[in-house]
């Protein structure tokens, strides 16, 4: 063995211990966290490592910046191989992959260095120049860390630059270890070919160890830096539940009964230990606030702040929480962001906590639950957890909410509608139209085929009950055997759920059940997404298992089988911009039911899309209990959404959810503009024989 090999295997074994003493630290910070079994569904978890983790689908969404991370990603995967062989070699020398790989293995080996080495290298300037000369306005923003990205640029770039001339100068003193295959090395070569064998090997020996040591202090460095992700992305995706069809989107479950005085989370310590490795994860490319409908209107509210300041303040509790002494510089991701983030740093970390010292309440209560953060991060955190369990921290523990949610959560205690409506007007919209009601079936010892969940909005608000009724109207039509539960209906408690009021929700909720569990309801169909996703979704959380179909479903099925009597007139062509629902589309995918729906009730009719479509749609601003509270920062929601919707040229507007039509409605006047919003119910409806 010779002295390099000793000084390499000694500056290995100093990188590497550092290393995993960082690792166990970081490790350390997450047990401060609340337990959460996150290994069920092994296989599904390991199919979205592949789709989402190795095959970038998510970071692809973006096309131009998603290629440039994406080379970087495979670039790394690739190169690893190559950083592997330069070790050995640092241990073994004249060591290469060429011994224990098949020839033709090796060449291509061998040429994937070279070139993944330039791709990265191009990959790299790019970014350089996206933050240097375009500043794209995502990775713009108060407190935002810079220096971070620019040291981790450099650091890859001289990995690439080192890797490439350490080659170049070993093809020039052995000829016979760089085959033709490494191109650019025998290209940047040509230059130095006159260099003497002892002045080559000293620069190939400069440039091995440059190469060497910047891996090792890449490492090093990635416990200290948001470039962490590199680590974590791919253990953070193994273990989120975001992507999981029909679990994916449901708020966590809660104990009432548990033996605690604090229900949600004000601090890290009641996060749990996935909602900390989220802050691990996050790499702040601001993809997550830049669909962020409050952010893009002017609101306070920004994702990656939420997951950012998370972590900022994990690292700030974790050393006290855990007695930890390696933080050896202190401010290791520590860095958050937003002025308000560091207004009261002064008090020292022991009279801090998440909430108010890091997050504020202006910020939780701006968010519409609408998904876009969730849908759009390419390592899957989960923003909206963060605030749904700090909303719950506030209503429950503190009792602390804007003060014109309280009439809602009044009204659904008494009134069992989040409006101070009579209950006993809930089932007037049907008065003459012949529907019966559960308890009608149930004395004459029928069943009907489904239940018709009409919903608070489909049954008190004047513009939704006409959908109420045109959806009935189409049931009617295809003699489906259908009944409503008329006064024994309430609200099952979403709204209170999504405003934190956790008491509120499952006492509505549990007896929602009672009653459907009473008639042996086994089929519902409803046209409000809220409705849909409530009783399909999260009731099994406390015991209910129906089938639900929304009614763009249901109607879609019913127009497929031909059941739907249509007239036979083609009529005016139209031109239809529809709108997606959030708790339809990013929350349970349904997309096409409502487009095929409105393209089989009108065959002259023409769909256009607004630039932000489907899962990429933008929230109507109502959901997460904004209907209750006004907008008084910024820009409206509706009307960012409207405005979109009206550019479009479409004569008429569709929509899926009461919710959305109050909010276009109101936009549509609002802009001053004659253009209809109609549900697709009243669409088909309106086309019946």
């Known amino acids: 063995m010779s002295a390099q090999n000793v000084v390499f295997l000694f500056v290995l074994t100093l990188a590497a211990g550092i290393f995993s003493l960082n690792v166990q630290r970081l490790v350390s910070y997450l047990r401060i966290g609340l337990p959460e079994n996150r290994t069920d569904n092994p296989g599904w978890r390991f199919l979205n490592v592949l789709r989402i983790g190795i095959a970038q689908t998510k970071i692809l969404r973006e096309p131009v910046a998603g290629l440039m991370h994406a080379t970087i990603f495979w670039g790394f995967i690739v190169l690893t191989a190559g950083t592997v062989e330069i070790f050995v070699q640092g241990a073994w020398n004249g060591f290469s992959y060429e011994r224990v790989l098949w020839h033709p293995f090796y060449v291509v080996y061998a040429a994937s260095q070279d070139t993944f080495a330039i791709f990265v290298l191009a990959a790299v300037a790019f970014a350089f120049y996206r933050r240097l000369v375009v500043h794209p306005k995502r990775l713009e923003g108060d407190d935002i860390e810079h220096l971070d990205a620019y040291i981790i640029l450099g650091l890859i770039a001289g990995l690439m630059v080192t890797l490439l001339f350490a080659n170049a100068f070993l093809s020039i003193i052995q000829p016979d270890a760089v ?24 620069a190939q020996l400069v440039f091995w160890w440059a190469h060497v040591l910047l891996v090792l202090i890449f490492l090093n460095y990635l416990p200290y830096s948001k470039h962490l992700h590199v680590v974590t992305s791919l253990i953070n ?29 004000s601090d890290v310590e009641q996060l749990t230990w996935k909602n900390l490795l989220d802050g691990y994860s996050c790499t702040e490319c601001g993809r997550c606030t830049a669909a962020c409908p409050a952010n893009i209107t002017g609101k306070v509210l920004s994702p990656r702040k939420i997951v950012v300041n998370t972590r900022q303040r994990l690292m700030e509790r974790g050393p006290i929480a855990t007695g930890d002494t390696m933080a050896f510089f202190g401010l290791d991701l520590a860095h958050g962001e937003g002025k308000d983030a560091t207004a009261s740093l002064g008090d020292g970390p022991a009279a801090h906590r998440l909430l108010d010292t890091y997050i504020t309440e202006e910020e939780l209560w701006a968010c519409t639950s609408c998904r876009a953060c969730v849908q759009e991060c390419p390592v899957s955190i989960d923003q909206l957890d963060i605030i749904n369990q700090m909303r719950r921290n506030l209503v429950l523990t503190e009792s602390r909410f804007p003060a014109e949610i309280q009439p809602a959560f009044e009204a659904l205690e008494r009134n069992g509608a989040p409006w101070a409506f009579d209950a006993a007007d809930r089932g007037r919209w049907a008065d003459g139209l012949g529907i019966s009601t559960m308890a009608d079936l149930a004395a004459r010892g029928e069943r009907p085929d489904a239940l018709f969940w009409v919903g608070c909005m489909g049954s008190f608000d004047d513009r939704a009950k006409k959908i109420t009724v045109a959806f009935a109207r189409i049931l009617q039509a295809c003699g489906i055997r259908f009944a409503i539960l008329g006064q024994e209906e309430h609200c099952h408690g979403d709204p209170a759920r999504r405003m934190g009021n956790e008491y509120l929700y499952q006492m509505l909720a549990r007896d929602t059940i009672e009653t459907l569990n009473r008639y042996s309801v086994t089929t519902v169909v409803t046209a409000c997404p809220h409705c849909f996703h409530q009783i399909g979704n999260e009731f099994p959380q406390l015991g209910g298992q129906y089938e639900v179909i929304h009614h763009s479903t249901y109607i879609e099925r019913l127009l497929q089988q031909e059941l739907v009597p249509l007239r036979t007139d083609e009529g005016r062509r139209l031109t239809v911009a529809y709108h997606d629902s959030c708790y339809l589309g990013r929350y349970n995918d349904i997309y096409d039911a409502p487009r095929e729906t409105l393209r089989r009730a009108l065959p002259v009719v023409t769909l256009v899309e607004p630039p932000r479509s489907r899962d990429r749609g933008l929230c109507c601003g109502a959901g997460g209990g904004r209907m209750w509270m006004e907008e008084r920062q910024g820009k409206r929601i509706n009307i960012e959404r409207t405005e979109e919707l009206l550019a479009t040229g479409a004569d008429t507007i569709a929509v899926a959810c009461p919710f959305c039509m109050t909010m276009m409605s109101d936009g549509v006047k609002a802009k001053e503009s004659s253009v209809p919003v109609l549900d697709i119910a009243e669409v088909v409806a309106g086309q019946l024989s």
């Open 179 to 202: 085959g033709p295959e490494k191109f650019i090395a025998h290209a940047l070569a040509a230059p130095f070919q006159g260099l003497s064998p002892h002045a080559a090997r000293g």
């Open 237 to 265: 995706v193994y273990f989120s539940n975001t992507s999981w069809r029909g679990e994916r989107a449901v708020m966590r479950p809660m104990d009432l009964e548990a033996d605690t005085e604090t229900f949600g989370a």
